[in-house]
Each structure stands twice: as C-alpha cells, then as structure tokens.
C-alpha cells in the first residue's frame, strides 16, 4: 500500500470528487466510532491538513473521544470510476462556535443549520490501496440536504442548542463531549 506524509494534486482531486467520506475516532476505551458524512462539509486547507463541518446528530462520539485522544482517521473510497481508497491518519481538535477560530473556519463552509463543530485534522501520514472490493455505486441525491439540514433549521438555534443538551453532551460510553463550555 504505497504511503505519503501528506495529500499531494492527485489525491486532493480524488478527494474532491467523492460526495462521502468516513471519519473514525476511539478514546481509550469503549467503542470505536465509525461514521459516514457527507454534503459540502470537508475542504483541504493545505496538503498537511483538512478540515470538516460537523452537523448535528443523534451522537457526538467524535467530539468525546478527541478530547481524550486527538487521533482520527478519514476514509474516502472511489464508488464511481478508477478503484482507489485512501486514508488520511492524523492528530485533530475540535472547534465549537464558542471558539475564537469558529467564525474564521465557518467560512470555508455553506451555512448550515445545526452546525456542531469543525474538526481540523492535521495529517502525519496517507495512505491509499486499490479499492476493488468497493462496489461502484451512482449517486442520486443528498438527504442531508432535504431532511437533516431542513429538520434543524425548523428547530431554530435554541431548539438545536436544547437538542445538544439532550443528545450530544455524553458519548454512548458515558464520557464528555464538550459542546458547551461547562461540559469540559
């Protein structure tokens, strides 16, 4: 599996093109989260960095296990054209809109509703293989965009805030997310 410290032209455009990715995370114990994102949510700032807008969800279990351990993975896998997978490993931190960094990062994002976090990942190795084994599949359609989005924009920023306190202040495994300041 050929390697890199970091994203060169080729493997920035690769992950351009794909409309999903995979973020991976795990504290150093409980479970190992594994979920899928996607929209209009990811840009590389540079060849040793990326950032992601994490919107609201029914967990937060990323948020929690960086602040015990910064170690975070992305997946991205080709589902139409040439097969290829590529992972990018690194150190991140989360960003919450309580952030002095927050309005300088929004920036690089749409305006979404129910917008939780950014993620900045900085990378310390890539790595990519063939990716034959993943299906070629077509895309159709964002649901983000006609139900998750719409769903947080009706609630209103106080509904999306009481939302927070109801669903993301703790992982599945009891521990802290840190979406309000006092949550730290």
Same mark, same amino acid.
């Given at each position: 599996?050929? &390697? =890199?410290?970091? *994203?060169?032209? %080729?493997? +920035?455009?690769?992950?351009?093109?794909?409309?999903?990715?995979?973020? $991976?995370?795990?504290?150093?114990?409980?479970?190992?989260?594994?979920?899928?994102?996607?929209?209009?949510?990811?840009?590389?700032?540079?060849?040793?960095?990326?950032?992601?807008l994490n919107l609201s969800g029914s967990g937060n279990e &990323? =948020?929690?296990? *960086?602040?015990? %351990?910064? +170690?975070?993975?992305?997946?991205?896998?080709?589902?139409?054209?040439? $097969?290829?997978?590529?992972?990018?490993?690194?150190?991140?931190?989360?960003?919450?809109?309580?952030?002095?960094?927050?309005?300088?990062?929004?920036?690089?994002?749409?305006?979404?509703?129910?917008?939780?976090?950014?993620?900045?990942?900085?990378?310390? *190795?890539?790595? %990519?293989?063939?990716?034959?084994?993943?299906?070629?599949?077509?895309?159709?359609?964002?649901?983000?965009?006609?139900?998750?989005?719409?769903?947080?924009?009706?609630?209103?920023?106080?509904?999306?805030?009481?939302?927070?306190?109801?669903?993301?202040?703790?992982?599945?495994?009891?521990?802290?997310?840190?979406?309000?300041?006092?949550?730290?």
């Amino acid at each position: 599996m050929p &390697t =890199a410290k970091k *994203l060169n032209c %080729t493997l +920035r455009s690769f992950i351009e093109r794909q409309k999903l990715f995979f973020v $991976a995370t795990a504290a150093r114990d409980g479970r190992v989260n594994l979920s899928p994102k996607g929209m209009d949510t990811l840009h590389i700032v540079d060849d040793n960095r990326i950032i992601w807008l994490n919107l609201s969800g029914s967990g937060n279990e &990323t =948020a929690a296990h *960086l602040l015990e %351990t910064p +170690r975070m993975t992305l997946m991205f896998c080709a589902f139409e054209g040439d $097969a290829m997978i590529l992972r990018a490993y690194g150190s991140a931190k989360a960003l919450h809109p309580r952030d002095t960094d927050w309005s300088e990062y929004r920036g690089y994002f749409p305006d979404l509703a129910g917008s939780r976090q950014i993620f900045d990942l900085e990378i310390d *190795l890539v790595q %990519t293989s063939c990716g034959t084994g993943v299906p070629v599949m077509r895309f159709e359609k964002s649901r983000a965009e006609d139900e998750l989005e719409p769903y947080y924009r009706d609630m209103g920023t106080e509904g999306v805030e009481d939302y927070w306190r109801r669903k993301n202040t703790q992982s599945i495994d009891g521990k802290p997310t840190g979406i309000f300041a006092d949550d730290v």
